[in-house]
T-cell receptor
């Protein structure tokens, strides 16, 4: 596996609580991405980063924010978790338009 | 919205047979990529084909790209039980974002 880790790997939280997921890479890749995967939808892009402090929205960004203060770390925050945000979250890294390398995923359940 | 759409949604084949799945997309692309996902795991990159390429091979994988029809196909030859997985196409536009389809679930029967 490429040097990507995600933490936590599993989390159960209650509606209305804030949640932060962490993605950490050791590959020094410029681009980092957060996706969510739901049955029947494949992967959908939430936010991505093209450099330290440079981020942009994906197609399903509502209710999520991100931060990237260091090359190696990309944080995804659910400001006030809702049941519709129950999903599996994947982080990925890449260099420009080349292939992306994915982390192992975080399974989040919002009750 | 999703750019790529795979067809079929599910495929069941006998070990040793070939598996073919297709991907259609809507807008112009920089490249198109295929990924595999085993149950409960992250996605693994299989092959990348650029918009100026028509065919690419990697081991038992063959990918074609027809930009005039906005479609791609992935062929897995001589399938094995270990090929059982979901396969996703992803299109890449010039802003480096991948847009994934919903995937094809392939089951290889022993």
């Amino acid at each position: 596996d490429a040097g990507i880790t995600q933490s936590p790997r599993h989390k159960v939280t209650e509606t209305g609580t804030p949640v932060t997921l962490r993605c950490h890479q050791t590959e020094n890749h410029r681009y980092m991405y957060w996706y969510r995967q739901d049955p029947g939808h494949g992967l959908r892009l939430i936010h991505y980063s093209y450099g330290v402090k440079d981020t942009d929205k994906g197609e399903v960004s509502d209710g999520y924010s991100v931060s990237r203060s260091k090359t190696e770390d990309f944080l995804l925050t659910l400001e006030s978790a809702t049941s519709s945000q129950t999903s599996v979250y994947f982080c990925a890294i890449s260099e420009e338009t080349s292939e992306q390398y994915f982390g192992p995923g975080t399974r989040l359940t919002v009750t | 919205s999703q750019q790529g759409e795979e067809d079929p949604q599910a495929l069941s084949i006998q070990e040793g047979e070939n598996a073919t799945m297709n991907c259609s997309y809507k807008t112009s692309i920089n490249n198109l990529q295929w990924y595999r996902q085993n149950s409960g795991r992250g996605l693994v990159h299989l092959i990348l084909i650029r918009s100026n390429e028509r065919e690419k091979h990697s081991g038992r994988l063959r990918v074609t790209l027809d930009t005039s029809k906005k479609s791609s196909s992935l062929l897995i030859t001589a399938s094995r039980a270990a090929d059982t997985a979901s396969y996703f196409c992803a299109t890449v536009s010039n802003d480096y974002k991948l847009s994934f389809g919903a995937g094809t679930t392939v089951t290889v029967r022993a």
